[in-house]
């Protein structure tokens, strides 16, 4: 019902910076929230960041500071600025949409691929 795309990932150089974006569509209800995931190879999804309708947001504490999320809500669109970015931060991020109803779904969509190389 809802569509989530993701755009921005490439390869870039140690210290370079990208930004991400995600555009929600289609959905009949209201957004909550919408975040960002993230899962290298061989690991674990986690947490990268999230944020409400609202304006609030939410962290991996690990990664504030170098991670930024935005919101623009007439745009249903997210976007994550990534600064510094080292090797480790090499995976394919992912775009969730929490309509905020545990009787619905969470959507998500397909991944954008960071790779962070010299």
């Known amino acids: 019902q809802v569509q989530v795309t993701e755009s921005g990932g490439g390869l870039v150089q140690p210290g370079d910076s990208l930004r991400l974006s995600c555009a929600a569509s289609?959905?009949?209800?209201?957004?909550?929230?919408m975040g960002w995931y993230r899962q290298a190879p061989g690991k674990e999804r986690e947490l990268v960041a999230k944020?409400?309708?609202?304006?609030?947001?939410l962290y991996q504490p690990a990664l504030k500071g170098r991670f930024t999320i935005s919101r623009d809500n007439d745009k249903n669109t997210i976007y994550l600025q990534a600064n510094s970015l080292k090797p480790e931060d090499t995976a394919v991020y992912y775009c969730?949409?929490?309509?905020?109803?545990?009787?619905?779904?969470?959507?998500w969509g397909k991944g954008t691929l960071v790779t962070v190389s010299a």
């Open positions: 944020i409400t309708w609202g304006g609030s947001t």
């Open positions: 289609g959905s009949r209800f209201s957004i909550y929230s």
């Open positions: 969730n949409v929490d309509l905020g109803d545990p009787g619905l779904p969470e959507y």
